[in-house]
């Protein structure tokens, strides 16, 4: 792959003091960091397949070891809070990946820079990338230091926010019946796939939402329904 522009060298190189790694091979980092919608042969999802293994395997053997008491179901659920579209994005966004993704100009004119989804995907891109070359250890070392730094805190309580039992414990006060969740349908490839979630009560759909499994999604519904039946309160 050749580069285009001096300044896209540049780029990388400022984006590389940020991340706190130096790629021996800088075509790998380009195409860690190239959207799909971009005019390019390659693109980063190879590498953020890759990269959603690698960080999964990662982030679940810090929990294993940070909390040697918490059972098999609570550890579950802490990585399923940090293990997300939401939480890598958090981390994409400590190291400013917005600004060196390589999108369309229609991407561009959507805020693609800000995405959550493209941050994410960037962000697994890149530690996809740096495995390859430098291994887990290498890998390991800077999203632990990356975690770290955007959690002050990493526990159950401030974590993971259980809202469809808070939604449900609301909604019995009120009117004496349980939300029922409904599957609308799902995208995206299987190592990727998103599904889309509706919350109804009354069979009436108060909220939908979208997430990378179906609990996610039903969580993420449960929290909008929530802001809306509080904010008809106010």
């Known amino acids: 792959m050749k580069w285009e522009q001096n300044s896209s060298r540049d780029r990388l190189r400022e ?4 991340l706190g790694y ?4 800088r075509e790998l980092l380009q195409e860690a960091l190239t959207h799909k919608s971009f005019k390019s042969p390659v693109n980063n999802e190879r590498l953020e397949f890759l990269g959603d293994a690698v960080l999964d395997l990662i982030v679940g053997e810090y929990l294993y070891k940070r909390f040697p008491k918490a059972n098999e179901g609570e550890l579950s659920k802490l990585r399923a809070s940090l293990v997300n579209e939401e939480g890598f ?14 999108i369309s ?16 995907n960037a962000f697994e ?22 975690l770290e730094e955007t959690y002050p805190k990493i526990d159950l309580t401030s974590l993971f926010r259980d809202y469809k039992t808070t939604l449900q414990e609301l909604t019995q006060a009120r009117h004496g019946i349980t939300p029922e969740y409904k599957l609308l349908g799902s995208s995206g490839p299987d190592h990727k ?21 179906k609990k996610a999604a039903q969580q993420e519904a449960a929290k909008k329904a929530l802001e809306i039946l509080k904010g008809r309160d106010e």
């Open 125 to 146: 891109a890149v530690m996809g990338a740096i495995y390859l070359e430098d291994g887990l250890n290498r890998v390991r070392e800077l999203v632990l230091k990356l």
């Open 89 to 102: 994005a958090k981390l994409a966004q400590k190291i400013d990946i917005g600004n060196y993704i390589f």
């Open 105 to 120: 100009q229609a991407e561009e004119n959507n805020h693609g820079r800000t995405k959550p989804s493209l941050l994410s």
């Open 15 to 18: 984006f590389e003091e940020k």
């Open 193 to 213: 796939k998103e599904f889309e979630v509706a919350v109804t009560l009354h069979g009436k759909t108060i909220a939908t939402a979208k997430g990378r499994s």
């Open 22 to 25: 130096h790629f021996k091979d």
